[in-house]
């Protein structure tokens, strides 16, 4: 009789003792213990979410931001790193878009400024041009290339270069479904002394990126050799001296050109009476690469000039290979996350149960 009042005693003693756990009035020390346990397991939860998991949760949003980043800045506007100008020559500031993922309308415009000053070197918009707030250096030495605008070509030409019009220039173009911007440098070249100015002036060498339209620089002295109707320019491969492209009697005379050119040339017909007989070379490829003869004819003079094409290859973005892994990465990061919280949990639990 005395055991079971013992045992029952003692289960009473237990029951208490349990009972008091979650009463106000504990010792301090029974108050300690259960604060302790608390503070554990609060711990633990917040390790879920601060230990590898946040790791990779973290390194997956700033994949994402990056991406993000990169696709903003996506290559709508392509111009050269820099650009070589004779001095007293015309000089052609290389700037083209693309026009088929932005598309083209009216309200399309292109402006070039000087990128240290911001100042409006020149600008264009509803269709036609806005020079109200140009540099006073620049009126009258600066045209867009109108024809050529809705091809994506928004390059500037700049007439007699002067030593002041060496800088960093950049080309802005908005359209409807994208905007974008490039920079390039101007360097200005003293022109090399002579008693008599070069009929015919070309750059020795320019680099062109594969896939993308390409101009090759030709100018000649229009006001010495004069110009009519019997103007003859005509862009030749020197290796094998076939045809690239030829004009003359005011047209285009493409029965003779090389293959691999056709509807890929033209010539700047509006420029032509200005001296300019620069061609635009598009989707450059590889076998673009090697020397051209820039010849031209008129009434009273001729001459040529000789320069090499270098095709670099573009920069390939290959963003459907991000697009693929980044739905990939969010899900392993997600399971992860989940193992990672589920595991700790298990040892939160089973730490608190023990405890």
């Known amino acids: 009789m005395q055991k079971i009042q013992r045992e029952r005693a003692k289960r009473m003693d237990s029951a208490g003792e349990e009972a008091s756990l979650n009463s106000p009035e504990l010792p301090w020390n029974q108050l300690y213990l259960k604060r ?51 001095e007293g020559q015309d000089c052609i500031l290389s700037c083209t878009f693309n026009h088929t993922g932005g598309g083209w309308d009216e309200k399309t415009g292109v402006t070039w400024r000087r990128a240290e000053t911001h100042d409006i070197v020149h600008s264009y918009y509803d269709n036609r041009d806005q020079l109200a707030h140009q540099l006073p250096q620049y009126v009258s030495r600066t045209s867009l290339l109108d024809s050529e605008l809705q091809r994506g070509n928004a390059s500037l030409l700049l007439r007699r270069v002067r030593e002041e019009d060496s800088g960093k220039y950049k080309c802005s173009v908005y359209a409807p479904r994208l905007h974008g911007t490039g920079l390039t440098e101007v360097v200005v070249v003293p022109a090399e002394p002579t008693t008599a100015p070069a009929h015919v002036t070309v750059l020795s060498s320019v680099k062109c990126t594969e896939g993308q339209d390409c ?13 009519d109707e019997k103007t003859d320019v005509t862009w030749r491969r020197v290796e094998t001296h076939r045809i690239v492209h030829s004009y003359h009697d005011n047209r285009d005379e493409l029965a003779h050109q090389l293959p691999q050119y056709v509807s890929r040339t033209s010539l700047f017909d509006s420029e032509l009476q200005r001296g300019n007989a620069s061609l635009l070379l598009r989707r450059v490829r590889e076998g673009d690469t090697g020397e051209y003869e820039c010849f031209v004819s008129t009434p009273r003079l001729n001459g040529s000039g000789l320069t090499e094409v270098v095709v670099v290859p573009a920069q390939r973005h290959h963003w459907w290979v991000l697009g693929a892994v980044l739905p990939l990465l969010c899900v392993v990061a997600g399971l992860c996350v989940g193992l990672c919280c589920c595991k700790q949990h298990a040892v939160c639990c089973w730490k608190s149960n023990r405890a």
Do not use: D, M, Y
């Open 36 to 86: 302790r346990t608390e503070s554990r397991i609060q711990l633990r939860r917040r390790v879920c979410f601060t230990g590898p998991a946040a790791a990779a949760v973290t390194g997956v949003f700033a994949i994402l931001i990056l991406a993000a980043g990169r696709v903003s800045g996506s290559e709508f506007v392509t111009v050269p790193s820099s650009v070589k100008c004779t």
């Open 215 to 227: 101009i090759l620089s030709c100018t000649f002295n229009h006001t010495a050799g004069g110009w």
